[in-house]
């Protein structure tokens, strides 16, 4: 055998190795041989939000009443941490639990009693003596996602003089520990490994923002690794994927894992552009000069000089165009960094850029540290600027700066890159799970950000803003692990259930939340709804589910074989009582309609609850009923609970309606003196 790279003993039972085509043949002729999966690549997935969140930070230290993650280990699978930022300051910090196993890869007094461990499981790093790599984030995503789920409080944070404030994670009070499993890309075997030891470790929760192909789960480390982890009562938080807005472009969909959505903030760092005929459009860019021009210049369409994709304006895209002393209208482009953009308009002379989005990306903007005088606006906006340039000879405009804008709306919203369900690989658990900010996010960050460019170290703290699910996920880790310092017997599914059931539906205006177009987005959007910390931590009633729950889950959809590779033990699925996914007992409901259902055929959903709250209480049954193509009920439509953790099981029951939309959502509510315990139904025609 050549090359073994990880040996998995926690959650897997197997390794990583790198094998001749011949060597796996004769290694599959083996006693007890299972499977073997090949390695793939996976990426990463790249404050306000306390506040927005109505996580209370005063004088720089959060209000602790709700503990906040106190004894909580919170393991980070990502490119690395830079520990010497003071997001990672431990003071006040209690030493962490006994039962924590974990070590410190830097050298010196790096880790402390906030980031109590860290270590390098990328194999290509592997020291052939035996020395420990540290694990240093080179990239940045590591240290701004430890940070987000649970930096120390720091005064004074702030990007480029922006969104100056507190920064603070979603737990302060919880411990960190690094496994650094990216270089570049993130191999799927590392990334198995650093689960593998963030569960030996003793970690409790767990944030991935990381992402790779749509694969059946007993092909797929991610999920995998997870099982095996929520088995252990270890909680998962995971992206939903930056591949919005195609419907079914989710990743991470395992129905163990909560997968996360990403929504925007009522934050603004505003840039505005006024025409020359006096219409004006804000927009958004770190890069505020201090002196905003009282002067206009010439406004030209990059899209206009005949080159292919000129409008984009890629590099060498505007040679031979004159652009000297005008501002540029180019499009935004995913693949294209704005700072490439800005320097193309600069090579060419230009002293202003404006970035409109792409048909696809409607409304959203984000806040990137330009090199130049910009302003990103909506496709709208763009499109009238566009327009007003095709209207008059002499088009003109001027760019103003307002810096940090508090309150916009709608928020939140759903941002146009969160991916969307439905799911491909378990179509009847309704996924994304949930959504958390994910839009514009200051959190720690190693290297200076904006002009001087480039990954120097400096000696002053310095944050950044960035956008992906990468960064909605450590808000929902933070969240899971103060729920779990508040109740430390609770489950992952318990965990994910308070979060889900207790989600808000509507924005801060109380609208239904929109989506990138503001059209109201679809629970293949949204999920359950936006996080709401303090309803989660008090959800009245949980849906619980059991490690058995899943295996009799995974045996609907696979072999026994397939099951046995996620399991890592032998599972013989005729002993198996088999849960339909539509019977899981999962917070959100799903029910696939089939093509020759008829009046005498209802369709029935059980689930079970337990209260997890007052006692003794009482739930009553409410129902938004779905337009056209169903119509619900729930029996018993009433839940009285004499004890705490006592559970109640009722049936929905779904008959055919009239007629309607493929896909058709309504929600099933229990409703008592103190909690409203909420779960989305989605309907889909075959």
């Known amino acids: 055998m050549v090359g073994s790279l990880h040996a998995y003993h926690h959650v897997a039972s197997g390794f990583a190795a790198r094998l001749t085509q011949q060597e796996l043949e004769a290694m599959s002729d083996m006693p007890g041989f299972l499977s073997a999966i090949p390695d793939q690549t996976y990426t990463v997935l790249t404050t306000h939000t306390p506040e927005f969140l109505g996580m209370n930070v005063a004088q720089g230290r959060r209000n602790y009443t709700s503990k906040f993650g106190a004894g909580v280990i919170i393991g980070v699978i990502d490119t690395g941490i830079f520990?010497?930022?003071?997001?990672?300051?431990?003071?006040?910090?209690?030493?962490?639990?006994?039962?924590?196993?974990?070590?410190c890869d830097f050298n010196g007094t790096s880790c402390n009693n906030k980031l109590i461990g860290a270590r390098t499981l990328v194999a290509a790093l592997s020291s052939q003596n035996g020395t420990?790599?540290?694990?240093?984030d080179d990239f940045g995503h590591g240290t701004h996602t430890a940070s987000t789920a649970a930096g120390a409080a720091v005064l004074g944070a702030n990007v480029l003089g922006?969104?100056?404030?507190?920064?603070?994670?979603?737990?302060?009070?919880?411990?960190i520990a690094m496994y650094k499993v990216c270089r570049g890309g993130c191999n799927g075997s590392d990334i198995l490994a650093g689960i593998d030891a963030a569960v030996g470790d003793g970690c409790d929760v767990i944030s991935m923002s990381l992402g790779g192909p749509s694969m059946p789960f007993h092909q797929d480390p991610l999920a995998i690794g997870t099982f095996g982890a929520m088995e252990k009562g270890v909680f998962v938080s995971v992206a939903a994927g930056n591949s919005g807005p195609v419907d079914s472009s989710l990743l991470n969909d395992a129905p163990w894992m909560l997968t996360v959505a990403a929504g925007t903030m009522d934050r603004s760092i505003r840039s505005t552009v006024q025409l020359g005929n006096g219409a004006y459009f804000h927009g958004e860019t770190l890069y505020q000069p201090g002196d905003s021009p009282s002067v206009s210049y010439p406004l030209v369409y990059a899209g206009v000089s005949g080159k292919p994709l000129a409008e984009l304006c890629g590099n060498g895209s505007l040679e031979g165009f004159d652009v000297k002393g005008k501002i540029v209208l180019c499009e935004f482009?995913?693949?294209?960094?704005?700072?490439?953009?800005?320097?193309?308009?600069?090579?060419?002379?230009?002293?202003?850029?404006?970035?409109?989005?792409?048909?696809?990306?409607?409304?959203?903007t984000l806040a990137q540290a330009h090199v130049l005088p910009a302003s990103s606006v909506d496709y709208y906006a763009g499109d009238?600027?566009?327009?007003?340039?095709?209207?008059?000879?002499?088009?003109?405009?001027?760019?103003?700066?307002?810096?940090?804008?508090?309150?916009?709306?709608?928020?939140p919203s759903i941002v146009f890159f969160s991916s969307r369900g439905p799911s491909l690989q378990?179509?009847?658990?309704?996924?994304?799970?949930?959504?958390?900010?994910?839009?514009?996010?200051?959190?720690?960050?190693?290297?200076?950000?904006?002009?001087?460019?480039?990954?120097?170290?400096?000696?002053?703290?310095?944050?950044?803003?960035?956008?992906?699910t990468s960064m909605s996920t450590p808000h929902l880790a933070g969240i899971a692990a103060a729920i779990k310092s508040k109740h430390p017997?609770?489950?992952?599914?318990?965990?994910?259930?308070?979060?889900?059931?207790?989600a808000d539906i509507t924005d801060r205006s109380g609208h239904p939340m929109l989506d990138e177009q503001y059209a109201t987005a679809s629970f293949f959007a949204t999920g359950a709804g936006h996080i709401n910390p303090a309803k989660a931590a008090e959800?009245?009633?949980?849906?619980?589910?059991s490690p058995d729950d899943y295996l009799g889950y995974l045996c609907s959809m696979y072999t026994s074989q397939e099951v046995s590779v996620i399991a890592r033990r032998p599972i013989n699925c005729s002993t198996v009582t088999v849960i339909d996914d539509g019977l899981l007992n999962y917070p959100s409901i799903t029910v696939k309609i089939p093509e020759t259902w008829n009046s005498t055929t209802p369709i029935v959903v059980q689930r079970k609850v337990k209260n997890v709250g007052e006692v003794p209480s009482v739930y009553y049954a409410a129902i938004d009923q779905p337009d056209g193509i169903a119509i619900v009920d729930v029996y018993p439509r009433v839940l009285e609970f004499t004890e705490a953790n006592q559970e109640k099981s009722f049936s929905v029951v779904v008959s055919p309606g009239d007629g309607g939309a493929r896909v058709v959502q309504g929600a099933l509510r229990w409703v008592s003196e103190m909690h409203t315990v909420r779960s989305p139904i989605s309907f889909m025609l075959p």
């Open 83 to 103: 520990p010497d930022h003071p997001s990672f300051n431990d003071d006040g910090m209690p030493p962490p639990p006994a039962k924590w196993k974990g070590r």
């Open 132 to 136: 420990r790599v540290p694990p240093v």
């Open 162 to 175: 922006q969104a100056v404030g507190v920064a603070a994670g979603m737990a302060p009070l919880a411990h």
């Open 333 to 364: 482009q995913r693949n294209i960094s704005v700072i490439t953009q800005g320097e193309e308009v600069l090579s060419g002379g230009g002293v202003g850029m404006i970035l409109m989005n792409q048909f696809a990306i409607g409304y959203n």
């Open 384 to 411: 009238a600027i566009r327009s007003y340039i095709n209207s008059t000879a002499n088009p003109v405009a001027r760019i103003s700066f307002e810096g940090t804008v508090l309150g916009t709306t709608p928020a």
């Open 426 to 468: 378990a179509p009847g658990v309704l996924k994304p799970d949930i959504t958390g900010p994910g839009v514009n996010v200051l959190a720690a960050w190693p290297f200076q950000v904006g002009v001087p460019s480039g990954p120097i170290l400096v000696p002053k703290p310095s944050f950044n803003i960035i956008s992906g």
């Open 489 to 502: 017997d609770w489950s992952p599914a318990a965990i994910k259930s308070a979060m889900m059931t207790t």
């Open 539 to 545: 959800p009245g009633l949980v849906y619980d589910i």
